[in-house]
């Protein structure tokens, strides 16, 4: 039988869990969830724990925050599998869970004072919600207090949230090593989500369209940003049920594409009641 992780629900039970490796110098890597855990969260784990040594802790945690749900967002109906994500933390010899009440992270409630995104926080996925990354860092902040990571593994799955991350990090000095995890697919290209739960058999398939949309977008970057977005345009507008929020063309750090070198691809879009984001890195131009 695998040993479980320690669960730990409020900070004192976490500092005790991590004593012992503080005490003996070892390093603390940390992959922050929501729950209703996945191959692609465990790929997060796995991309921690070989950063690590023998003596070095990972920890994950599992907190469903409210504050980066707009109103009418999908809080309530979230997915919550403790016992599984549990399950799934052991399969990767995770060390210690921290899975915190909501008073426990909120001990006065909201919080007055939060971690503004700035500019980069209004666009793309903040256009649409426009409160969203301030609850994402607000929080991402406060699991960086508790949890005193040396490292922390974000999946490249939300890649604003990624960029956001990392400028929060070097903006407020927060001295954390932070890594992008590779987003996993399943076999016919669907990209692993707790949110792909909701979908239902139709939406499966429509679902496809925005994988299906990047890789056309990828295959044609060497002939330049335009016809690679023309591409993935061409995908979209053929898909039914597929109500598209924003296909964008970035440089890596969300800044304007170049003509040539490395970019992103991005897509947002709504099937039934479910919003989707996917995202690919290419490279556009023949150089
Ligand atoms: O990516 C997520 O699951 C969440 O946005 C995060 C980073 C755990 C913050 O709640």
């Known amino acids: 039988m695998i040993k479980g992780p320690l669960v730990a629900t409020t900070r004192d039970e976490l500092a005790a869990a991590l004593k012992g490796v503080r005490a003996a110098g070892g390093r603390v890597g940390f992959v922050p969830t929501m729950g209703a855990l996945h ?8 991309e921690a724990r070989s950063r690590l040594a023998p003596g070095d802790a990972l920890v994950v945690s599992i907190f469903v925050n409210p504050l980066q749900f ?33 008073d426990e992270v909120y001990p006065g409630g909201e919080p007055e004072v939060t971690v503004e995104p700035g500019p980069l926080g209004t666009v793309l996925e903040g256009a649409v919600r426009p409160t ?3 609850g994402v860092l607000t929080v991402v902040a406060k699991l960086f207090g508790l949890v005193q990571p040396d490292l922390a593994v974000f999946g490249q799955k939300d890649y604003q949230q990624l960029v956001l991350i990392r400028r929060m990090v070097a903006d407020l000095c927060m001295g954390v090593e932070v890594v992008g995890g590779p987003t996993v697919r399943e076999d016919d290209g669907l990209a692993l989500s707790s949110r792909n739960e909701y979908l239902s058999a139709d939406d ?12 056309a ?16 345009r061409d995908v979209l507008d053929h ?26 691809v991005l897509v947002a879009a ?9 995202n690919m ?5 023949g150089s």
Request: with cysteine.
């Open 39 to 46: 191959a692609g969260h465990a790929s997060l784990m796995a």
């Open 70 to 102: 707009g109103a009418g967002e999908d809080l309530d109906r979230y997915p919550r599998t403790f016992d599984a994500d549990l399950e799934l933390c052991a399969g990767q010899a995770v060390d210690v869970v921290l899975a915190p009440s909501v």
């Open 132 to 134: 969203h990354f301030r």
């Open 204 to 215: 499966r398939v429509a679902a496809l369209t925005l994988s299906g949309a990047l890789r």
């Open 217 to 232: 977008a990828v295959d044609a970057a060497t002939e330049g940003g335009d016809r690679a977005l023309a591409a993935a």
């Open 239 to 264: 898909a039914p049920g597929v109500d598209v929020d924003y296909l964008a063309l970035t440089s890596p750090d969300l800044g304007p594409a170049p003509a040539d070198g490395e970019a992103r």
């Open 270 to 278: 709504r099937i039934g009641s479910t919003r989707l984001i996917d």
């Open 281 to 285: 890195p290419l490279h556009l131009g």
